[in-house]
């Protein structure tokens, strides 16, 4: 989906390094998401922002941090990587209500 | 507790042929939306149809087609004449009406292999 762009796409991590996660999007969304996917697990909620500056924590938060200063961004932080986190990561974004959500594109995250 | 089942870790079928997606879901909710994702090799997700807890119709769209059963919690996913550019992960989704969040909570989901 073109309105919803992550950055980056891939990224290699020592253990204890950190990184921040970047989602943009630019159809007006209100809602924002932050998922992973692992191996026989589907996609898990780790943290979500129902609007600007506003964020709460999903299924999966511990060990991550969020932030939504400006309605169109949405960033996920790691403090500390750990290999646990090795995962791909999806940014989605939505309208209020129940639409479909729009995706991007992943971040394939690795933690040696 | 939401909860969404897909039992069907993978699938191998050959082109040509039919195929079904198994999906059972849980919810206490009487209003809730259900959805199928695509995720095809290249990896991103791509929505396919959505369907409200209070139209039970059945939906096709070419060689797809979905069986919404709220008798068994089930939304099946269906492919005819399955094709190679078939072959992905499909999820099946849910989302309750009274969240104020309207998460999607996502099966494990099937990968679906076409071979030719």
Redesign the interface.
């Given at each position: 989906?073109a309105g919803v762009t992550q950055t980056p796409k891939f990224r290699v991590l020592k253990t204890g390094q950190s990184m921040t996660l970047l989602c943009a999007q630019d159809m007006n969304h209100e809602?924002m998401?932050w998922?992973r996917q692992d191996p026989?697990?589907?996609?898990?909620?780790i943290h979500?922002s129902?609007g600007e500056g506003t964020t709460?924590k999903?299924e999966v938060p511990d060990g991550y941090n969020v932030s939504r200063l400006k309605k169109q961004n949405f960033l996920l932080g790691l403090e500390s990587a750990a290999p646990s986190q090795t995962s791909?990561y999806?940014c989605?974004a939505?309208y209020?209500?129940?639409?479909?959500?729009?995706?991007g594109?992943?971040t394939r995250l690795t933690v040696v | 507790a939401q909860k969404v089942t897909?039992a069907q870790?993978e699938i191998s079928v050959v082109e040509k042929e039919d195929v079904t997606l198994d999906c059972v879901y849980e919810t206490r909710d009487t209003t809730y939306?259900l959805?199928w994702?695509k995720q095809p090799p290249s990896?991103?997700?791509v929505?396919l149809i959505?369907r409200?807890s209070f139209d039970e119709q059945n939906e096709i769209s070419g060689r797809y087609s979905w069986n919404f059963q709220k008798s068994t919690s089930s939304f099946n996913f269906t492919i005819t004449a399955s094709q190679v550019v078939d072959s992905a992960v499909y999820?099946c989704a849910l989302?309750i009406?009274g969240g104020?969040?309207?998460?999607?909570i996502?099966?494990?989901?099937t990968l679906l292999a076409v071979q030719p």
């Open positions: 989906n809602y998401y998922y026989g697990m589907g996609l898990r909620l979500y129902v709460a999903g791909v999806f989605a939505k209020r209500g129940n639409t479909e959500a729009f995706f594109q992943g | 897909q870790t939306y959805f994702y990896g991103e997700l929505f959505r409200n999820f989302t009406n104020a969040t309207n998460k999607l996502f099966g494990t989901g």
